[in-house]
């Protein structure tokens, strides 16, 4: 997230705010005061994380909250794992402090810089078919409600809101605080490999199974893809994580400086993005380390992209990737970027892209500079035809309606919204469209 002097940019810069204040609370004190100050003014609110969403999710032409003053850790309870943390603390921030006390998160996504917070709102996921995404990890939320009180919920406590607020979308109220249900650190083997993506599809089963966290990378315009899988190990087994050279060359110099030249390289020359692509693949080694579970999920991504990621059922994924490479050999659209696919459990938030599904996730991104719309809209038509659902922070176009046919809790979140904010200080552009 970029804040400058007249307004606020996120990640990928697609998205821009002009607020009309903005406002940086130090607690929930502060939060409530800001919540009304705003409503008295007849403005709305928006709190923001990390702008790390590609939708316009956090944008708000009225008083943009920041939570960068309340990072704290609350409390920590190790026999019980239960960790609360204020909500503007960032993920990378919340893996240390986890460390610290010999716990760790269940399962993370692929970069550490968004808020808890922001992550857990647009229900933020990794992968690994036994596993939901971060908002299963919830515990319990503190909320500041429209009219300036403070709520807390959880399973026991108020749980029509606690359904609601987990997947919140910033449209409930602002979360000041989390409890989180973490788990004794443990570390990972990971094994990344190239192959096939035949053999890859051919045995996918076995690896989403047969691994605790398995996801792949498919080059398009080959037949190649990177895996990844990674596997807790017992707690004996002596940590040995990749080099200090080969983690640079690996994780910075060949995943952000090379990737990054890469892709200019394919916007200037795109004729020469399907050779890139398989000289990419093959040049791909494979590796395997034992380090701390946050230090093998997450890694920096430094190359600015744009994306859309659709949730799928989980055995909708090898007939969606097929047309996907179909579609994109008719249309003649090139892509230096890797398509990503992820794997998670069916889960109970109501609005979690995995909500009483097994899903297979499937990403495509577009270089930030490169035209993404003919891409993802084609990709987009596949996955919503395969009953796809929509990552909430990821580029898509469906609106109310066809969201209610894909999430059947919808119209219950709404109802939640209707009684918390029933003027729709916490609204904005997207949710307009999103929850009608
Ligand atoms: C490089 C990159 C990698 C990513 N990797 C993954 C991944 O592996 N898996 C995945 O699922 N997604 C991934 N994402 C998407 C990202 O995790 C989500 O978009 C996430 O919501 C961003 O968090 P944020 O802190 O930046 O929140 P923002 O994008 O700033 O805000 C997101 C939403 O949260 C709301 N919000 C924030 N704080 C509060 C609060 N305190 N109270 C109420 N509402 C609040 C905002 O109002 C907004 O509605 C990635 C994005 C990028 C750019």
Not at 88 to 99: K, T
Not at 253 to 276: D, E, H, K, W
Request: hydrophobic content about 45%; overall charge neutral; glycine content about 8%.
């Amino acid at each position: 997230m970029h804040v400058f002097a007249t307004g606020w940019r996120n990640w990928a810069g697609n998205q821009e705010a002009r607020p009309a204040k903005v406002v940086a609370p130090a607690d929930a004190a502060g939060v409530a005061d800001a919540v009304m100050a705003a409503a008295a003014e007849g403005r709305r609110v928006k709190a923001a994380g990390s702008g790390h969403s590609f939708t316009g999710v956090a944008v708000t032409d009225g008083h943009l909250m920041r939570l960068d003053r309340m990072t704290d850790v609350v409390a920590v309870d190790p026999p019980t794992g239960l960790v609360t943390v204020q909500a503007g603390m960032p993920i990378h921030r919340l893996n240390a402090v986890l460390a610290e006390h010999g716990l760790a998160m269940t399962n993370l996504g692929d970069v550490d810089r968004q808020t808890v917070s922001g992550a857990i709102a647009t229900g933020t996921h990794g992968t690994g078919a036994r596993f939901g995404g971060l908002a299963t990890q919830v515990h319990g939320l503190e909320l500041v409600l429209a009219d300036g009180s403070f709520v807390r919920c959880s399973a026991d406590e108020r749980p029509e809101i606690f359904d609601a607020a987990r997947i919140g979308l910033g449209a409930l109220g602002v979360v000041t605080a989390l409890t989180l249900r973490c788990e004794p650190a443990y570390l990972l083997r990971a094994v990344e490999e190239p192959m096939p993506l035949d053999r890859v599809l051919d045995g996918l089963d076995a690896f989403v199974d047969g691994n605790d966290h398995f996801e792949f990378y498919w080059f398009p315009h080959t037949k190649l893809a990177l895996t990844k899988r990674n596997n807790r190990v017992h707690e004996d087994t002596p940590p040995q994580p990749v080099g200090a050279f080969r983690g640079w060359l690996d994780d910075e110099f060949l995943s952000n400086t090379v990737f990054g030249l890469v892709n200019r390289f394919c916007a200037a020359m795109p004729r020469l993005t399907p050779a890139v692509n398989n000289v990419s693949a093959r040049a791909l080694s494979a590796r395997t380390y034992v380090d701390a579970s946050y230090r093998v999920f997450c890694s920096p991504r430094r190359v600015r992209f744009k994306e859309m990621e659709y949730a799928l059922p989980r055995n909708a994924i090898r007939d969606v990737l097929r047309e996907v490479d179909a579609w994109l050999r008719r249309s003649g659209e090139l892509v230096p970027f890797p398509v990503e696919v992820r794997f998670a459990a069916a889960d109970d938030v109501w609005l979690s892209t995995a909500y009483e599904r097994e899903s297979a996730y499937l990403a495509v991104h577009q270089y930030h500079p490169l035209p993404h719309g003919r891409y993802f809209d084609a990709v987009e038509r596949i996955a919503v035809a395969a009953g796809g659902r929509p990552h909430w922070g990821k580029l898509h176009s469906l609106d109310a309606a066809a969201l209610a046919e894909r999430h059947p809790r919808l119209a219950d979140f709404v109802a939640v919204r209707d009684k918390l904010d029933p003027n729709r200080v916490f609204g904005n552009a997207y949710l307009d469209r999103v929850l009608g």
